[in-house]
């Protein structure tokens, strides 16, 4: 490894559903004020490599302040991006005059937070390999060990979109020891009534036969369109092009051939750690009773849905992403509840 510095079913009352905009203000007005003060804020970040044998694995660490002997540790974050952009242009995305980097504000809120690459993406190893969703678990594995060691925390929050909660629900069900709470942002389960991947699986039998897929400016600009025109600003998916398209022009095949040839993934009753599902209100791929019926069958009575209302498959990069912010922080806070 290597380190470089770099200065039981659902009800009403545990469904947040369309939240109330007035209740949302607030803690949004309160991000957006921090995010003002980017500039006079001096972020600590340290860049690591995880093996999985042969295969190096970037992770990226974001903090406010280095971490000193005798600190306590802080609250772990690990943020896992999906099938078609990687990393840190996921989680740490910058627009002039807008803040939409994940990071920034969570490492604001007090946490450690942590974004990786997967195998075939962004600075990580590109192999032979169409890095599924089961290679995720695995990279998630490798990487684990290296975040428990640099943080002094065995268990980690993480935050998962699109192919990345999917991946995040499987390690959750395998690794609960590393686990602590989890936000599943745009969660498929099986697909059923979803727009976007009918469309997709008339590809199926290109991503069964080849391990890497183009990815051009066209298909990452669509990512804020084909759901519904107006639910992001077109100056995003400029920025986006401009961060993503420099790491190479093609990603890997493996979850969009798990995502339209082997839902379900995982099932719900594997998941044992408090969960939140986030949908946005017209995401193409994610449908509200495709993730009712994940939320109904979780095990812990520790978990909460929510539909944000004016956002489309993507929740971290939308006009209203400070709404994701609000539920994803109130989840990964809330108190522990003492069961009976």
């Not at 600590?44 to 970037?58: C, I, P, R, S």
């Not at 952009?85 to 937070?113: A, K, Q, T």
């Not at 969960?275 to 019926?293: F, N, P």
Request: glycine letters at 8%; a neutral charge.
């Amino acid at each position: 490894m290597r380190a470089e510095d770099n200065n039981s079913s659902p009800n009403r009352r545990n469904i947040i559903s369309g939240i109330g905009v007035a209740a949302a203000a607030v803690a949004a007005s309160s991000l957006r004020s921090a995010a003002a003060a980017e500039g006079e804020n001096q972020f600590w970040n340290k860049d690591y490599t995880a093996k999985k044998g042969a295969v190096n694995l970037a992770l990226y660490r974001r903090r406010m302040k280095a971490p000193a002997p005798g600190d306590k540790p802080l609250p772990v974050v690990l943020m896992v991006h999906g099938s078609s952009i990687s990393g840190m242009p996921s989680w740490d995305l910058h627009v002039p005059g807008e803040e939409y980097s994940v990071m920034n504000v969570f490492s604001r809120l007090g946490y450690d937070c942590w974004v990786i690459d997967f195998e075939g993406y962004g600075k990580s190893s590109v192999t032979s390999g169409n890095s599924d969703i089961k290679s995720g678990v695995a990279d998630l594995e490798a990487a684990a060990p290296l975040i428990a060691q640099e943080t002094g925390q065995q268990k980690f929050n993480m935050l998962g979109e699109s192919s990345g909660a999917l991946r995040v629900a499987a390690f959750a069900a395998a690794h609960p020891e590393r686990v602590d709470r989890v936000v599943l942002g745009a969660y498929t389960y099986t697909g059923k009534g979803s727009p976007t991947l009918t469309e997709r699986a008339k590809n199926v039998d290109f991503y069964r036969t080849h391990n890497r897929r183009p990815r051009p400016k066209e298909m990452i600009e669509s990512i804020f369109t084909r759901d519904k025109p107006g639910t992001s600003d077109p100056r995003v998916a400029a920025a986006l092009v401009a961060a993503e398209l420099p790491l190479g022009d093609s990603v890997p095949t493996g979850t969009y051939l798990d995502m339209t040839s082997k839902l379900p993934i995982i099932e719900a009753s594997l998941v044992k750690c408090p969960v939140l599902l986030c949908r946005g209100q017209y995401d193409g791929i994610a449908t509200e009773e495709d993730i009712t019926d994940f939320f109904s069958k979780l095990p812990n009575p520790d978990r909460q849905l929510a539909i944000l209302p004016g956002m489309a498959h993507s929740l971290t990069l939308g006009k209203n992403r400070q709404l994701y912010w609000h539920v994803a922080q109130s989840f990964l806070s809330m108190p522990k509840a003492q069961l009976v």
